[in-house]
């Protein structure tokens, strides 16, 4: 089956400052990356998506690159604020399918 | 719009007890249903997914078993909890068609003590 690898566990940056995060799949199947944020207490919500026919997409402070050569995608943060905190996940799906990555706890510190 | 209720929010068992954990989507018809677990530090595990009615897939070999009586409803059941199914549950829908997020519950808190 499908295995997501997600690094770092934990990123802690200074208010301002880029954040990145990177996955890797094994499954070249797989079509579509989500990437989810999840606050204290509550359910992962989207944040971010990309289709495998597409290498990057923007949405504001918010960025997505995919390689499907090698098989990983990565998730940019520029410009981060104190409510940027909080655990992101990454997923790899096809057919109606998500794997998840183990997550990311980022601390944008102001 | 769509929503999803899940409860209880939490909930603390003992050993050997019955579980029942509900989810209800309002606003969209034969959604795709899941039961996620989420382990302290860890990622999402699937344990349960449902394309209609009556139809239930299990992803892991476990103490724990999915209904889905009615279109829009999703129950997690078991007979006798055991200390490892401690964990932060997660319902959660998406359109049937594929290449679309899931949208989750709040989750259930649930320890067995």
């Known amino acids: 089956g499908e295995n997501v690898e997600q690094h770092p566990s934990t990123l802690s940056v200074q208010e301002g400052d880029s954040a990145v995060i990177k996955c890797t799949y094994s499954?070249?199947?797989?079509?579509?990356f989500p990437w989810y944020k999840q606050e204290l207490g509550k359910g992962p919500q989207l944040i971010i998506d990309i289709r495998s026919n597409v290498g990057e997409k923007k949405d504001q402070r918010i960025a997505v690159t995919l390689n499907k050569t090698a098989k990983h995608f990565s998730l940019h943060i520029t410009e981060t604020q104190p409510e940027d905190s909080a655990v992101y996940f990454c997923a790899a799906s096809r057919e109606g399918k998500s794997t998840f990555g183990d997550g990311t706890t980022l601390t944008v510190k102001p | 719009s769509q929503t999803i209720h899940q409860w209880p929010a939490t909930l603390v068992q003992p050993v050997g007890s019955p579980l029942s954990l509900e989810c209800t989507v309002e606003?969209?018809?034969?959604?795709?249903l899941y039961w996620y677990r989420q382990a302290a530090g860890r990622g999402l595990q699937l344990l349960f997914y449902?394309?209609?009615?009556?139809?239930i897939s299990s992803e892991v070999p476990q103490n724990l078993s999915a209904s889905r009586p009615q279109d829009r409803q999703f129950i997690l059941s078991s007979k006798k909890l055991l200390l490892s199914d401690s964990g932060f549950y997660l319902c959660a829908w998406k359109p049937g068609r594929d290449n679309s997020p899931l949208h989750f519950g709040n989750g259930t808190r649930l320890t067995v003590t």
């Open positions: 606003g969209t018809s034969n959604p795709n």
């Open positions: 449902s394309v209609g009615i009556g139809q």
């Open positions: 499954d070249s199947a797989s079509n579509y």
